[in-house]
């Protein structure tokens, strides 16, 4: 019984580590999802290669997140695993319905933290605390870049590249009259 009762509480820590981690990478500037899913892959160590976490590298803040997050899954895991070994050990010994007590208890827990983890209504509760706490105690800097660039009237910030067969190269801007094709640029850089 004491196993199944850590066992909730090693993955409930989990799941706090892995919140606040999203928040402090939004603080960084990362979108929310973008966020969440770089904070799940470093807990578990499962290591995707995309752009985000090309991203995550080359930001000093990110790296240090994405560390500490390694290091705690990694001693997370551990004490999962070994908590749950623990249980199972535990009632070994014991009669089937000491079986399906635990069972019944750690799939009853393991319900409710997904359903508390997937919760939009705590999540919004949860994560003004949390990004209060980290700028008022911790070393991340609070840049939101989505609440910058959000814009209206299906307008959007993009990054085109122009190849040198493009119909864009080898004009200038004022050539180009882009303005008029209801785009702005907001900068040029040159390989």
Request: charged content about 15%; proline content about 2%.
């Amino acid at each position: 019984m004491i196993a199944v009762f850590t066992l909730l509480v090693a993955l409930s820590l989990t799941l706090l580590i892995t919140r606040i981690a999203t928040v402090a990478l939004t603080l960084t500037g990362m979108s929310r999802q973008s966020a969440q899913f770089q904070a799940r892959s470093a807990l578990t160590g499962c290591g995707f290669t995309t752009d985000e976490s090309e991203a995550v590298m080359k930001h000093p803040v990110r790296r240090r997140i994405v560390l500490t997050l390694m290091l705690l899954g990694n001693a997370g895991i551990v004490t999962v695993i070994g908590t749950l070994v623990a249980s199972l050990a535990g009632v070994a010994g014991g009669t089937y319905l000491d079986w399906v007590q635990n069972l019944s208890m750690l799939a009853a827990g393991v319900a409710a933290l997904m359903l508390l983890a997937n919760s939009r209504w705590i999540d919004r509760r949860m994560s003004p605390i949390i990004e209060w706490a980290l700028v008022r105690f911790g070393r991340v800097q609070a840049c939101d870049y989505a609440a910058l660039f959000r814009l209206a009237n299906g307008y959007a910030i993009s990054e085109l590249l122009v190849a040198e067969d493009d119909w864009l190269a080898d004009r200038s801007l004022m050539e180009l009259n882009l303005p008029a094709e209801g785009v702005l640029v907001l900068g040029v850089q040159r390989a």
